[in-house]
């Protein structure tokens, strides 16, 4: 009996707490207890989480590849939407209301093929239950659109009816669908991260870098 409750304490002060260890909710709940957290300010928390995180610099790119990546995109965007002014100034006295294109089913058969692959990569990362999945979803709805626009303006008289139901039933339904649950998802994951400051809209949420 004696070597039996030996065994027992020998269990219960070695055993016992090796398999707590294991366990993330009983290896912190001594050092920082369920009481102590609600009792911290969002701004607490947050500051909390940063300190127990990788440090910034593994997280996030080096500082002159995010500034060079910055400072392009800055450039190209606010140079091409300047550019683009007075072209569709020039486009709008200058082109013809009707033009012979060359590669007609060319132009379409590719656009409904890049349609398909994003609809497709939109299904499969939906399925595997990715994140990754905000991207081809918000590109689908995009394309959809435009297919539903380019559908209306170039069809016959005789087929403009047939496009614009088309895109009332199908297009349009798929592509606010489409593009809704991309932005459902995005504010959640906005909302999720641990480090967002709740008294700022997902909708505002600053860039990382």
């Known amino acids: ?26 290896a912190t709940t001594a050092v920082l207890s369920d009481a102590e957290i609600a009792a911290l300010s ?4 947050r500051d909390l989480i940063r300190r127990l995180q990788d440090p910034i610099h593994v997280l996030l790119p080096r500082p002159e590849v995010a500034r060079l990546h910055r400072r392009v ?6 140079g091409g939407t300047i550019a683009m002014i007075p072209w569709l100034v020039y486009l709008g006295l200058t082109l013809p209301a009707e033009y012979h294109a060359r590669n007609w089913s060319l132009a ?5 093929i890049l349609l398909v692959l994003m609809m497709a ?4 990362l939906g399925w595997r239950r990715r994140v990754l999945l905000i991207l081809p979803a918000f590109g689908t709805g995009l394309l959809l659109l435009i297919d539903a626009w380019f559908d209306i303006v170039t069809a016959e008289p005789g087929d403009v009816w ?25 504010r959640f994951v906005v909302l999720a991260h641990p480090l967002h400051d709740r008294s ?4 505002r949420a600053p860039l990382p870098f």
């Open 162 to 186: 047939v496009s614009v139901g088309t895109a009332l039933l199908a297009e349009v339904p798929l592509a606010i669908l489409q593009l809704s649950g991309a932005l459902l998802l995005f």
């Open 200 to 203: 700022i809209s997902p909708w």
């Open 121 to 124: 990569t939109t299904a499969y």
């Open 73 to 78: 995109r800055l450039t190209l965007m606010v």
């Open 108 to 112: 379409w058969i590719g656009f409904d």
């Open 42 to 45: 969002d701004f607490q928390r």
């Open 1 to 26: 009996m004696r070597d039996s409750s030996r065994y027992r304490v020998h269990y219960e002060t070695m055993v016992r707490p090796a398999e707590e260890d294991r366990t993330p909710r009983a």
